[in-house]
């Protein structure tokens, strides 16, 4: 195999499976070719993939060493994703009965959701968690990307325990959202003990729904590291959770006037 | 910036949006090079991409033409991924009582809900289909891989009607798993009437849920042009569908003899 096409298929190998460590050694069994030469190949994967502007190639030194892919994007990029989200959400079609915005189409478009994953890679990828946490429905294909992105496991947080979890730990917390007293459900084989966790959500009001991943996490010994959220509403001003990092911020919604006031969250760099 | 790093930055771009086409004219402004260059860079990315077994890069001829990038397994790396499922589920510590078996940590690890997905891409890319539905929770990661691989939207239909989904259609039917009468529920915003859903899920039993997920979509003219299933039960033969392809089935599962019986779908070539 030429080098343009070694090049190639790192590149795709890499980026494949990202944060993922592969040794030098398996590119040089993959190609039949010396360790130098697959060094070279990885030093120009490298600037190729910088050049996309998508993230970039690590090499890590040492017996257990190798390279691996990590997702990152500019402070352009960042920007443009950020105002994609508010342009999506300012079409006014969103607005529901009650002064709610449908925003399913938003995070069931898979493509969109790891674009949008793409910003909590960027901004946690340093945690240390050893997963990726959510409650069900909306933020699960945003969480999962996530999760993917990081190469960590995702745990989906259940409204109610169902029989194929085994045993389950619940609590109840007060949804803001909804005004009343909600459950959340945790199957005890889904977390180890003293593990660290990123909470990532769809929206947030009250700060309810984090607040309460947070006591069920703790309940297994399991500490929140970061909290990032895709849509976050201006008020209350005053969150359950002090600590999280919205893409944007969500402010009036009214039918009446036919409009929606967003802004991107400036702090998210 | 060279042959090798534009081959590599074809490759990066072309696999971050699978199916997605890309005007020629697009990576030659990008690297504001020539036609025949770029004609000639994505032809050895093509050969490069081919060579790790993933996919390949297709050219569409004629005005609205370019090229897009086809995730696609070949019929080892196929068998390979069903027998690490089976080999996950035979692991008999998943045993819970009542002989059901624990699948979440495989349902949410997201990087092996990609590999399941390619699957499902590779047999069903030329179904049509406009949409990949879903109904949650289990099943939502792998159909979103599967849909952000098809590079078409998600649809996931939901237990019961929330107030942020709008005007909802909602039906009953009967689930043999739960051996009682479910509820499922649909946005009005969701799909558009005349188009081609590809349903996935997790697990089926007697076919209850799919046969519910069809009646649903069937309530919003949307037909069903392919069910793509992770984990089918052996018993009942005779399902509430027809047609549907599994990746793995399921047979006896005893917690009294600590034992799991399954084995890969021989069909699914």
Do not use: W
Not at 72 to 83: G, W
Not at 88 to 108: E, N, Q, V
Not at 221 to 249: F, H, L, N, Q
Not at 250 to 262: H, N, T
């Amino acid at each position: 195999m030429k080098r343009t096409e070694r090049v190639g298929a790192i590149i795709k190998i890499l980026t494949d499976s990202p944060c993922k460590l592969f040794p030098l050694k398996f590119f040089c069994d993959l190609f039949d070719t010396a360790k130098s030469s697959v060094s070279e190949d990885i030093s120009i994967a490298s600037s190729s993939v910088v050049s996309t502007g998508t993230g970039y190639i690590e090499t890590v030194a040492g017996a257990k060493g190798g390279v691996r892919f990590v997702p990152d994007i500019s402070d352009e990029d960042l920007i443009i994703i950020q105002n994609e989200l508010c342009d999506k959400l300012r079409d006014h079609s969103r607005i529901l009965a009650g002064d709610f915005l449908y925003t399913s189409d938003i995070f069931f478009d898979a493509t969109f959701t790891d674009r949008l994953a793409s910003i909590f890679v960027r901004k946690f990828k340093n945690s240390g968690a050893d997963y990726v946490a959510t409650v069900e429905t909306k933020g699960i294909p945003l969480a999962a990307s996530t999760a993917r992105k990081l190469n960590i496991p995702l745990v989906v947080i259940r409204r109610e325990a169902k029989v194929s979890e085994g045993s389950t730990v619940s609590i109840n917390y007060f949804s803001g959202s909804y005004d009343r007293v909600q459950k959340m459900s945790l199957s005890k084989r889904a977390v180890t003990p003293g593990a660290k966790a990123l909470v990532i959500d769809d929206f947030m009001r009250g700060g309810g729904s984090s607040q309460g991943i947070r006591d069920i996490l703790s309940e297994f010994d399991v500490s929140v590291c970061g909290t990032g959220i895709a849509i976050a509403a201006i008020e209350p001003e005053k969150k359950r959770i002090e600590e999280y990092s919205s893409i944007v911020y969500l402010g009036e919604v009214s039918q009446e006037a036919q409009f929606v006031r967003v802004e991107p969250n400036y702090q998210m760099f």
